[in-house]
């Protein structure tokens, strides 16, 4: 081996050493600060861009040092001036990439050690094996595949960060879901992982529970819903044992839920008495009976009378808008039984007849609501439930619309469920909505 070519082989392998040297520096770099769930500050922003710089000088120049070197081997020897060029300039480029490091370590050595500095986890959720963290994907159908990362963490910034909820299967492929648990982890937290799992931020809403409750959890959860159901859907379609409502009472967020027997909200039916608290609540109707719709709504609670007007009720059917001969009971928006949403008994409701051309045994034998049910003007937004005996009822909504257009429904006669004695109607809620 010839003594020129004995000092280009050892300068590109002292070349190719210091390369590696970066590239892995680089590789390292790469690996800590683009790992999942990670957000860095800004200082750290700066030390990952400056080492990704490095890597890529390092790469360049390595890059241009072969090609000169492989121009060297060409037998036409006008070639070799350009390729020791070349060469020349890749040491060169590379010489004042380390000087360039070496200033920046003088001026702050903080910043060249991005590749001891790993970045904070960033607000959210993680599979923990030991002190190794790792991003929680939302669903998981086989634990066992996750590499002996058997528990999650939760972490987030702020102390109002939503609760987060753990849905686990007993079998994989999120199968069983009716005997599926949920459990409820604040921020900091950890729980177990069944052998599948799903996850979601916890949110203001009502949820279907099929089995018991533990807290504000429960067996065979559903997720928070916050709109009515016409029909709950076959996986808790005459199912629903239990209900949890979640709210925020921050946003002036409240639920609650009346569940039907009868798909179909318009119907009259069997139905549940309203559940208004938060937390878990059973989900009561007739021993025969089980819940194939839900009303959910939600509840204006702090400023009730910016609902509406109230509801007024009827003798008639259509009230005095289009017969003047129906006595009226009006409940306003401060009646306390709208703003703190008590049950109004239909024989207190006792109609005026002041300016009704009416006659006097009309008047005698219609005194209240519960006498003779005809209609009702909801003068905004409200929900309107009319209970009779046995759990049946009835529900109306309405934003200003007036008389209700269903009040044939509550003619002359005690409204009944069809094919059934319900009886007379007996209680009343006007809940004011939003």
């Known amino acids: 081996m010839t ?12 070349f190719l050493i210091i390369f590696m040297f970066l590239g892995a520096s680089f590789v390292y770099a790469m690996e800590v600060n683009l790992g999942l769930g990670e957000s860095p500050d800004l200082p750290k922003y700066v030390s990952f861009i400056f080492s990704w710089a490095i890597g890529i000088a390092g790469t360049l120049s390595l890059i241009s040092f072969v090609i000169g070197a492989i121009g060297l081997i ?45 970045l904070e986890p960033m607000p959210g959720v993680f599979l923990m094996k030991g002190n190794e963290l790792k991003q929680a994907r939302e669903t998981c159908d086989d634990t066992s595949k996750l590499d002996g990362f058997t528990t999650l963490k939760y972490t987030c910034s702020k102390d109002d960060s939503p609760a987060l909820l753990v849905w ?3 079998n994989k492929d999120f199968k069983d879901f009716e005997t599926s648990q949920v459990t409820r982890v604040e921020c900091g937290g950890t729980s177990s992982l069944g052998s599948s799992y799903k996850l979601a931020f916890e949110k203001p809403g009502v949820h279907y529970c099929l089995g018991g409750c533990t807290g504000n959890t429960c067996t065979g959860m559903s997720e928070a819903y916050s709109s009515s159901h016409d029909n709950v859907g ?19 967020q409240y639920y609650g839920v009346i569940f039907h027997k009868v798909p179909g909200l318009e119907n009259g039916g069997i139905c549940s008495d309203p559940i208004l608290e938060k937390g878990c609540s059973p989900v009561k109707m007739t021993a025969t009976a089980t819940a ?5 709504f939600q509840i204006n609670r702090k400023t009730p009378e910016t609902s509406g007007d109230g509801v007024t009720f009827f003798s008639e059917p259509f009230g005095e808008k289009r017969d003047s001969t129906a006595g009226f009971y009006p409940v ?29 045994e009309y008047i005698k034998k219609n005194k209240t609501f519960k006498d003779k049910p005809g209609s009702m003007d ?8 009319l209970y009779s005996n046995n759990f049946w ?11 209700n257009e269903n009040a044939d429904d509550l003619g002359a006669q005690p409204v009944t469920a069809p094919g059934s004695g319900a009886g007379a109607l007996t209680t009343v809620y006007i809940i004011p909505t939003q």
């Open 393 to 403: 009822c009835q529900t109306f909504s309405g934003i200003n619309e007036g008389i």
């Open 378 to 385: 909801i003068k905004g937004d409200y929900l309107v439930a």
């Open 332 to 360: 306003p928006n401060n009646d306390k039984r709208i703003q703190e949403i008590n049950a109004i008994s239909t024989k207190e409701m006792k109609f005026v007849y002041e300016g009704v051309n009416q006659n006097n």
């Open 234 to 252: 076959t996986n808790f379609a005459g199912k629903i044992k239990n209900v949890v409502i979640v709210n925020s009472p921050e946003n002036n």
């Open 292 to 296: 194939t719709a839900a009303d959910i």
């Open 3 to 14: 003594k020129k070519i004995k000092n280009q082989y050892i300068l590109f392998s002292a």
């Open 168 to 170: 686990k299967y007993g």
């Open 74 to 118: 060409n037998p036409n020897v006008e070639a070799h001036g350009d390729a020791k060029d070349r060469m020349k300039g890749a040491v060169l480029g590379l010489v004042l990439t380390m000087v360039s490091v070496l200033i920046i370590d003088t001026i702050n050595p903080e910043i060249k050690n991005f590749v001891l500095d790993e």
